[in-house]
């Protein structure tokens, strides 16, 4: 079964906090793409990062860092500093296949909402 | 240049009644997916297109239909519309695997 876990539902913070947002996946291929998108509340996805199952390299990107651990089927996002501008809703999401002509369809998590308050 | 678009924004259909959504994919995407969101929750999976043939379907009755043009703009259209139809509608575009990229999606409320 493909499946992505959310287990937080919601997180509080305080501004300049640093916040990690868990994601767990479940899936049996052996190819397959991870991602991260956020969900202000205007509704639109925002994608924030893509990382395919052959590449564990964590990631940096200014206040954003990933961590893929496939020993326990991880990808946790986080934010470091947290702004108010980081409230949003965050989904974690899992595409798997080897089809390249385009992104094969999406399994979301539940999602997280992030609350950072000033 | 611009993103996916969407078209309507926001939409109130009466129960029964029909719909049609539509989607601009990014310039150079082939590939168009819908998903549908219900408030609270993650998005699902309706279609993907991929060079005008469907490539993939989520767990959605029937009344779901979609359709991608040569130029692989996107319709979706849903029949007999019941209140659980309610909810954001979200296109997606893609290229390769570097991800899908979302519209700002069309709300739609069934009164």
Redesign the interface.
């Known amino acids: 079964a493909q499946k992505?876990t959310q287990a937080q539902t919601e997180i509080s913070v305080v501004e300049k906090e640093d916040v990690t947002l868990d994601c767990v996946y479940e899936t049996r291929d052996t190819t397959y793409?991870l991602?991260w998108?956020k969900q202000p509340p205007?509704?639109?996805?925002?994608?924030l990062i893509?990382r395919?199952s052959f590449d564990e390299q964590n990631e940096i990107s200014g206040r954003y860092s990933w961590n893929f651990q496939k020993s326990t089927s991880s990808f946790n996002f986080t934010i470091t500093a947290s702004q108010v501008v980081d409230s949003a809703v965050y989904?974690c999401?899992l595409?798997f296949g080897n089809?390249?002509?385009?992104?094969?369809?999406?399994?979301?998590?539940?999602?997280t909402l992030l609350a950072v308050q000033p | 240049d611009a993103g996916v678009t969407q078209s309507p924004t926001h939409l109130i259909k009466t129960r029964g009644q029909h719909v049609t959504l539509r989607c601009s994919p990014i310039s150079g995407h082939k590939s168009v997916s819908w998903y549908q969101q219900v408030l609270g929750q993650g998005p699902q999976f309706i279609f993907q297109y991929y060079e005008k043939e469907e490539r993939g379907r989520g767990n959605f009755p029937d009344r779901f239909s979609a359709r991608q043009f040569p130029n692989y703009s996107s319709e979706l259209n849903v029949n007999a519309l019941l209140l659980g139809d309610s909810a954001l509608y979200l296109c997606a575009s893609s290229l390769g695997q570097d991800g899908a990229f979302f519209g700002q999606g069309t709300r739609l409320t069934v009164v």
């Open positions: 992505v793409y991602f998108y205007s509704g639109e996805l925002v994608f893509r395919n989904f999401a595409s089809y390249g002509g385009a992104t094969n369809k999406l399994i979301f998590g539940t999602g």
